[in-house]
């Protein structure tokens, strides 16, 4: 499953974080661990990749992938992100239909 | 920067959250209340200003005017605005959107567009001087609803002469399918500096939100909001959920025809920069009006002691300037020499 940025989502970043702008949604806050993940979604590597690069900063894999899973389902269901997958269905069980 | 820097310290190297760029001072109405010139005044760096927003991670911007629709480039400022910002937006009048405008807007990606009306036909018309004026923003709402691509809404400015056909106008309004009202205060500023005769008085005010309180008690739709920066202990208790805060000067902005740079189009107090010529970080750094702002330095002491002055801000600093002193409890005391900054 890849996640991929919606065109038209514009990040801008702050002291705290960062800031999501889209015609879709009000501005969204991102917090720093927030950031980390979108820093890392760029349309080729998978929900793994991310996991996987994000452990080495020695956190607990299970509640980081929990975390990261998390944040990407938000992210789709606000139209921010997309998701390809070489099993659509798959990918579709996986994020509840919006 | 003298002094120290507290509570909204972080703002000054944050970029604005938004900023709204006058086209034009001219408009093609005369309305009583109008906090601009409607001098023939265009501007003519509009291009450049819009990229030196853009440099400087500028996010989100109005453009606004007067009547921006009167600027003889206006779908080439909005084109370009579009390719520059995630977030594009227009305040107009709407008596110049007709069918080819509206589509021409429909060529671009905008968060969305706000019409002005401001009561019935009668009462509007009454208020912009202009007879059909009413008709023609009712027209222009009517299209871009039509379309239901770009969120359209309206804004209408609570006088004591429109203040009680409210009521009416929301009912109107949702009977043409409107779906987002925004209400602001009028401020005697610019033309309306004149037009004693539609301050709206205390009381008149806590009317206006009882009518609005009581429309968004019922669920129906227009939304509506308050847009305008309201002090809270103008307000009974039951009805301040419904005011807002401002923060035009602390993250949002305004940039006049010329590129200077402004609390808001309302006071037009300057912040001391123009944006062609100096980056907004060093146009804050430099201002003693934006330091005032974020030390809280322009509130009363019965601000400060009071515990919902982070939610309430002390009101509208434009209404507190013309004023220009604390009546103890409409508008926080705004020091004249801050208008000269």
Not at chain 1, 59 to 74: D, K, N, T, Y
Not at chain 2, 19 to 31: F, M
Request: net charge negative; aromatic share 6%.
């Amino acid at each position: 499953m890849v996640p991929k940025v919606k065109e038209g989502v514009r990040l801008r970043r702050e002291e705290f974080g960062g800031l999501l702008f889209t015609n879709r949604t009000p501005v969204l806050a991102l917090n720093n661990d927030a950031l980390a993940i979108w820093d890392l979604i760029d349309g080729n590597r998978t929900v793994l990749n991310i996991v996987d690069i994000l452990a080495r900063t020695g956190r607990e894999p299970r509640a980081l992938s929990a975390l990261v899973q998390q944040f990407i389902e938000a992210g789709y269901q606000l139209d921010l992100l997309e998701i390809e997958s070489s099993d659509p269905a798959a990918a579709g069980k996986q994020m509840n239909s919006r | 920067m003298t002094g120290q820097i507290s509570k909204y310290g972080h703002l000054v190297n944050m970029a604005p959250l938004l900023v709204q760029v006058e086209l034009t001072e001219a408009c093609n109405l005369s309305c009583r209340f109008c906090y601009n010139s409607q001098q023939p005044r265009y501007s003519e760096h509009v291009f450049r200003i819009l990229e030196r927003l853009a440099e400087q991670e500028v996010m989100q911007v109005t453009l606004t005017g007067g009547e921006p629709l009167l600027h003889p480039d206006f779908f080439a400022i909005l084109k370009r605005a579009c390719e520059l910002f995630p977030n594009v937006m227009i305040l107009s009048n709407g008596t110049l959107m007709d069918e080819e405008a509206v589509a021409r807007i429909h060529e671009h990606d905008i968060l969305s567009v706000s019409v002005s009306v401001h009561g019935d036909p009668r009462s509007h018309d009454a208020l912009t001087c202009v007879s059909g004026s009413y008709a023609k923003a009712i027209n222009a709402i009517r299209l871009f609803l039509k379309r239901g691509t770009i969120p359209i809404a309206s804004n209408f400015v609570l006088t004591a002469s429109n203040l009680s056909r409210l009521a009416n106008t929301i009912w109107d309004l949702r009977s043409v399918g409107l779906q987002f009202l925004t209400i602001t205060r009028f401020v005697p500023v610019g033309i309306g500096g004149g037009a004693e005769d539609l301050l709206v008085s205390r009381r008149q005010l806590v009317d206006a939100f009882r009518t609005i309180n009581s429309h968004l008690a019922s669920g129906n739709r227009p939304h509506v909001e308050v847009a305008e920066a309201t002090p809270f202990c103008a307000l009974p208790a039951g009805l301040r959920s419904l005011a807002n805060t401002c923060s035009y000067g602390y993250d949002r902005f305004y940039v006049d025809v010329d590129g200077n740079m402004m609390v808001c189009g309302l006071s037009r107090i300057p912040l001391g920069g123009n944006v062609l010529e100096t980056n907004i970080r060093n146009i804050k750094a430099g201002s003693s009006t934006f330091q005032t702002f974020v030390e809280d330095r322009h509130l009363p002491e019965a601000c400060v002691a009071c515990g919902e002055i982070d939610q309430c801000h002390g009101g509208c600093r434009a209404a507190a300037m013309v004023r220009g002193e604390w009546d103890g409890g409409y508008d926080c005391h705004m020091p004249r020499a801050l208008v000269s900054d």
